[in-house]
């Protein structure tokens, strides 16, 4: 689901919050009993936070469980296109598609205890074995690859090697980075708590209102 609430007052406006938690609903509904967030309701509302002269930077709490894989991008296109601070806090875990939204902010944050999950794309569901399909999700893998790499200081081939390792999940592919390592990894830029991301947006909302 996802809520906008105002998180306090700066000089010239308010930092508002913007929650995406469970999986990122696409076109696809899901059953009632499983929480998601919505895209459609997102987009307008990350485009309203950037227009309203009243709200001077915007946080993202993130706790994730894969979704939609274009909702997603979609979503975190619309965050790194804001001109207004941002940052993101990821808070238990980053599945999939929260890697990208977590990247997507001006400054991103991931809490001591949370943990990101790195693995390929693929399709659920009945899939046309063709050459066509392969292609789709490679093509798909590469567009992800750019948008992280692009927004965070980890290299392309280190990504991909996370994304292959075959040590770390029982069934599956991939890797799973607690707090500190995705720092290290240079996926996420610090390690820090909601007063650490609240304390980057004030200050960048100084330094941009004096600017």
Same mark, same amino acid.
Request: charged share 20%.
């Given at each position: 689901?996802?809520?906008?609430?105002?998180?306090?007052?700066?000089?010239?406006?308010?930092?508002?919050?913007?929650?995406?938690?469970?999986?990122?609903?696409?076109?696809?509904?899901l059953?009632?009993?499983?929480?998601?967030?919505?895209?459609?309701?997102?987009?307008?509302?990350?485009?309203?936070?950037?227009?309203?002269?009243e709200?001077?930077?915007?946080?993202?709490?993130?706790?994730?469980?894969?979704?939609?894989?274009?909702?997603?991008? %979609?979503?975190?296109?619309? =965050? +790194?296109?804001?001109k207004?601070? #941002?940052?993101?806090? @990821?808070?238990?875990? *980053?599945?999939? !598609?929260?890697?990208?939204?977590a990247?997507? %902010?001006?400054?991103?944050? =991931? +809490?001591?205890?949370?943990s990101? #999950?790195?693995?390929? @794309?693929?399709?659920? *569901?009945?899939? !046309?074995?063709?050459?066509?399909?392969?292609?789709?999700?490679?093509?798909?893998?590469e567009?992800?690859?750019?948008?992280?790499?692009?927004?965070?200081?980890?290299?392309?081939?280190?990504?991909?090697?996370?994304?292959?390792?075959t040590?770390q999940?029982?069934?599956?592919?991939?890797?799973?980075?607690?707090?500190?390592?995705?720092?290290?990894e240079?996926?996420?830029d610090?390690?820090?708590t909601?007063?650490?991301?609240?304390?980057?947006?004030?200050?960048?909302?100084?330094?941009?209102?004096?600017?």
């Amino acid at each position: 689901m996802e809520e906008l609430r105002e998180l306090g007052q700066t000089r010239q406006g308010s930092i508002h919050c913007l929650t995406i938690i469970g999986q990122i609903e696409g076109h696809q509904v899901l059953p009632e009993d499983v929480k998601t967030t919505k895209y459609e309701h997102i987009l307008p509302t990350i485009a309203a936070i950037e227009e309203a002269p009243e709200i001077t930077a915007l946080l993202i709490l993130l706790n994730t469980a894969g979704g939609d894989v274009e909702a997603g991008l %979609a979503i975190a296109e619309m =965050i +790194a296109g804001m001109k207004k601070p #941002t940052a993101s806090l @990821v808070l238990g875990g *980053g599945h999939s !598609i929260g890697v990208p939204l977590a990247v997507s %902010a001006r400054r991103s944050f =991931i +809490a001591p205890s949370a943990s990101m #999950t790195i693995h390929p @794309v693929r399709i659920t *569901g009945v899939v !046309i074995g063709a050459a066509q399909t392969y292609d789709y999700l490679s093509r798909m893998q590469e567009r992800i690859t750019a948008f992280v790499t692009a927004h965070s200081a980890i290299k392309a081939g280190r990504f991909h090697e996370l994304m292959s390792d075959t040590r770390q999940l029982a069934n599956d592919v991939g890797s799973i980075l607690t707090g500190q390592e995705a720092v290290n990894e240079g996926l996420i830029d610090s390690v820090g708590t909601l007063s650490d991301a609240l304390r980057y947006l004030h200050e960048a909302d100084r330094v941009q209102q004096s600017g």
